[in-house]
T-cell receptor, first 110, second 111 residues
Framework: DQQVKQNSPSLSVQEGRISILNCDYTNSMFDYFLWYKKYPAEGPTFLISISSIKDKNEDGRFTVFLNKSAKHLSLHIVPSQPGDSAVYFCAASADYKLSFGAGTTVTVRA | GAGVSQSPSNKVTEKGKDVELRCDPISGHTALYWYRQSLGQGLEFLIYFQGNSAPDKSGLPSDRFSAERTGGSVSTLTIQRTQQEDSAVYLC?????????FGPGTRLTVT
C-alpha cells in the first residue's frame, strides 16, 4: 500500500532552468513532509521540509509547496545546477515513521 | 561533526547464512531507524528505536529479521538464514526531532 507516490521516475532539465518534482500522498494524517536527495552509493541527505500548517517553505534555490486539499506537494529547484543531478525522494510523516516515495531521478543537462 | 556511520559498506553472503549490520548514530540523537531499499524501490521502514521505549518492529518482513540497540546508541540489524530476496541496501537513520539523518547504507547481496 503505497501512501506516498512519485509518479515521474525521471526528469531531465537544462542547467539554469527550473526543476519541478511532484509527490502525491493518500494518508490525511500526514502532518510533516520532507524531501531527500540521494547520490549513488550514499545515504539520502535531508534537503528541505514543510509542516502541514504551512503551504510554502523556501531555502535558497529550493522551495517546497504543499497543497493539503489536493494531498500534493512539489519541490522547485531554481536555477538547476549540474550538481543537482541525483535521485530525489519525497517523504511524509504522521508520527515518527517516514513513508517514502519511490524517487525521481533528476538529470541536469549542461 | 560525525554523521551516521554503517558497517560493512558491502556484504556478500551465501543463502542460508546469518548476517549482522551495524549502525552508529549521531551522538545525542535519541531515535534510530532501519530502512531497506530494494532495486528500483523507495525506502521501506523496518524498525524504530526511541530512547528506552519498546521498539516499533512493525516493518520487519519476517521473524528472520531482528535488531538491537545497546546503551541507547549503536544498533545491530541481524538477518538469519538469509534469502536472495533479502538483497538490498540497508539504511540506518537517526534523529533528534523530525529530520532523519541517514548513513551511507550497507549493500547486502545474497548469492
Amino acid at each position: 500500500d503505497q501512501q506516498v507516490k512519485q509518479n515521474s521516475p525521471s526528469l531531465s532539465v537544462q542547467e539554469g532552468r527550473i526543476s519541478i518534482l511532484n509527490c502525491d500522498y493518500t494518508n490525511s494524517m500526514f502532518d510533516y513532509f520532507l524531501w531527500y536527495k540521494k547520490y549513488p552509493a550514499e545515504g539520502p541527505t535531508f534537503l528541505i521540509s514543510i509542516s502541514s500548517i504551512k503551504d510554502k517553505n523556501e531555502d535558497g534555490r529550493f522551495t517546497v509547496f504543499l497543497n493539503k486539499s489536493a494531498k500534493h506537494l512539489s519541490l522547485h529547484i531554481v536555477p538547476s545546477q549540474p550538481g543537482d543531478s541525483a535521485v530525489y525522494f519525497c517523504a511524509a510523516s504522521a508520527d515518527y515513521k517516514l513513508s517514502f516515495g519511490a524517487g525521481t531521478t533528476v538529470t541536469v543537462r549542461a | 561533526g560525525a554523521g551516521v556511520s554503517q558497517s560493512p559498506s558491502n556484504k556478500v553472503t551465501e543463502k542460508g547464512k546469518d548476517v549482522e549490520l551495524r549502525c552508529d548514530p549521531i551522538s545525542g540523537h535519541t531515535a534510530l531507524y532501519w530502512y531497506r531499499q530494494s532495486l528500483g524501490q523507495g525506502l521501506e521502514f523496518l524498525i524504530y528505536f526511541q530512547g528506552n521505549s519498546a521498539p516499533d518492529k512493525s516493518g520487519l518482513p519476517s521473524d528472520r529479521f531482528s535488531a538491537e540497540r545497546t546503551g541507547g546508541s549503536v544498533s545491530t540489524l541481524t538477518i538469519q538464514r538469509t534469502q536472495q530476496e533479502d538483497s538490498a541496501v540497508y539504511l540506518c537513520a537517526s534523529s533528534f526531532v523530525q529530520e532523519q539523518y541517514f548513513g551511507p547504507g550497507t549493500r547486502l547481496t545474497v548469492t
